[in-house]
């Protein structure tokens, strides 16, 4: 079974910046489209950045110009690069993928997640 691991998490005050990583386990990374997600306490988990296997990006709208996602498929990992972090922004985030290209909401494999706190 595909395992996710997810890092870098943490406290952060508002305006700062975290960097997070996804450790995707298997074969193929290359080939798939991986994303980056986020729940909080009571709300759906939301789709916040993706990045198909050819490197196309898209982004939700509360995250975009301040999010970056990226790949490196020689480490089968992902990142999320998140600068001008908001309150908002607190939340678990966790990373999954799809060969199909078309990222879902509604995965049955999960990793851990990583918790991210933005409060002063």
């Known amino acids: 079974q595909v395992q996710f691991v997810e890092s870098g998490g943490g406290l952060v005050q508002p305006g700062g910046s975290l960097r997070l990583s996804c450790a995707k386990s298997?074969?193929?990374?290359?080939?798939?489209?991986l994303g980056w997600y986020r729940q909080t306490p009571g709300k759906q988990r939301e789709l916040v950045a993706g990045?198909?296997?050819?490197?196309?990006?898209n982004y939700a709208d509360s995250v975009k110009g301040r999010f970056t996602i990226s790949r490196d498929n020689a480490k089968n990992t992902a990142y999320l690069q998140m600068n001008s972090l908001k309150p908002e922004d607190t939340a678990i985030y966790y990373c999954?993928?799809?060969?199909?290209?078309?990222?879902?909401?509604?995965?049955?494999?999960w990793g851990q997640g990583t918790q991210v706190t933005v409060s002063s």
């Open positions: 999954n993928a799809d060969i199909t290209q078309r990222l879902s909401l509604t995965y049955s494999n």
């Open positions: 990045i198909t296997s050819g490197g196309i990006t």
């Open positions: 298997g074969t193929f990374f290359s080939r798939y489209a």
